[in-house]
Nanobody
Framework: QVQLVESGGALVQPGGSLRLSCAAS????????LGWFRQAPGKQRELVAT???????RYTDSVKGRFTISRDYNKNEVYLQMNSLKPEDTAVYYC?????????WGQGTQVTVSS
């Protein structure tokens, strides 16, 4: 079992920045990738960014150049630095841990981009 706890969501103005954090605990040695997903009202949950144990990263096209995913292996934490935020980035952001047999999710943190 892996437990995930996100933090860092907030209300921010367009063009602003936020940093989301996700702390993983439990069977973290089973994790082969960590990621961030988001779900806006009335829309399906979508991939935002992932990072593998090898440090390989992947981003959805709409956030390339604005968001950066990173990982602290010692702390078992993953981060999402979000810059140049747009209203369309408004969503609940979920941390995800992928093992060979399971996907684990955090409870989500709300990000609202509005003036």
């Amino acid at each position: 079992q892996v437990q995930l706890v996100e933090s860092g969501g907030a209300l921010v103005q367009p063009g602003g920045s936020l940093r989301l954090s996700c702390a993983a605990s439990g069977s973290t040695f089973d994790i082969n990738a960590l990621g961030w997903f988001r779900q806006a009202p009335g829309k399906q949950r979508e991939l935002v960014a992932t990072i593998t144990i090898a440090g390989e990263t992947r981003y959805t096209d709409s956030v390339k150049g604005r968001f950066t995913i990173s990982r602290d292996y010692n702390k078992n934490e993953v981060y999402l630095q979000m810059n140049s935020l747009k209203p369309e980035d408004t969503a609940v952001y979920y941390c995800n841990a992928h093992t060979w047999t399971m996907n684990y999710w955090g409870q989500g943190t709300q990000v609202t981009v509005s003036s």
